[in-house]
């Protein structure tokens, strides 16, 4: 059974760094992309960053690109997503989420991890 | 690629057919667009593929057309279970980008 679960998630101050990972089971992590999605609460979702199944492409939605840094550890099965300079706006519950064949659709999403940025 | 969803809110009751559209700003490269059912406090779950291959294990009413620029979703019988927000995505230009939602809402 395809499992994903985050973790990481809380509360810090705006300007402030949070580090999310995303624990993979259930298939072969390191052939496949893999995304991070966000929702703001109470409204709809919106795609974070991606890396391919190798870990050398990286992609970035514009808002994020220069603060958030993915990366994966596919002898550990576990994806992660760096979070620095911190702002309001980035309140979220943070999903992770599998891509089947790259720049695809997603076919299976983790339950989420909520992060508040706030003072 | 913006992608907007109408209506925002459809109220039907159990057993109707729901039909939700998905237009893009452009068109959305070789039918590259999905379909996710949101239920509140849950993760997306896929319901369709390029515009109309049903992922495994999504029940024959859930059905996905159009091309171009124009999408729809229906939802044939409504089951209690269907009622939720759904969410189209496109992933035929980069950034992909995900409609902003229909809730399906028991009338």
């Known amino acids: 059974e395809v499992q994903l679960l985050e973790s990481g998630g809380g509360l810090v101050q705006p300007g402030g760094s949070l580090r999310l990972s995303c624990a993979a089971s259930g298939f072969t992590f390191s052939r496949y992309a893999m995304s991070w999605v966000r929702q703001a609460p109470g409204k709809g979702l919106e795609w974070v960053s991606a890396?391919?199944?190798?870990?050398?492409?990286?992609y970035y939605a514009d808002s994020m690109k220069g603060r958030f840094t993915i990366s994966r550890d596919n002898s550990e099965n576990t994806l992660h997503l760096q979070m620095n300079s911190l702002r309001a706006e980035d309140t979220a519950v943070y999903f992770c989420?599998?891509?089947?064949?790259?720049?695809?659709?997603?076919?299976?999403w983790g339950q989420g991890t909520l992060v508040t940025v706030s003072s | 690629i913006v992608l907007t969803q109408s209506p925002g809110t459809l109220s039907l009751p159990p057993g109707e057919r729901a039909t939700l559209s998905c237009r893009a700003s452009?068109?959305?490269?070789?039918?590259?667009l999905a379909w996710y059912q949101q239920k509140p406090g849950q993760a997306p779950r896929l319901l369709i593929y390029d515009a109309s291959n049903r992922a495994a294990g999504i029940p024959d009413r859930f059905s996905g057309s159009g091309s171009g620029t124009d999408f729809t979703l229906t939802i044939n019988r409504l089951e209690p279970e269907d009622f939720a927000v759904y969410y189209c995505q496109q992933y035929g230009s980069s950034p992909e980008t995900f409609g902003q939602g229909t809730k399906v809402e028991i009338k």
């Open positions: 890396i391919s199944n190798s870990g050398t492409g990286t």
């Open positions: 452009q068109s959305v490269s070789s039918s590259y």
């Open positions: 989420a599998r891509d089947p064949y790259s720049n695809s659709w997603y076919d299976y």
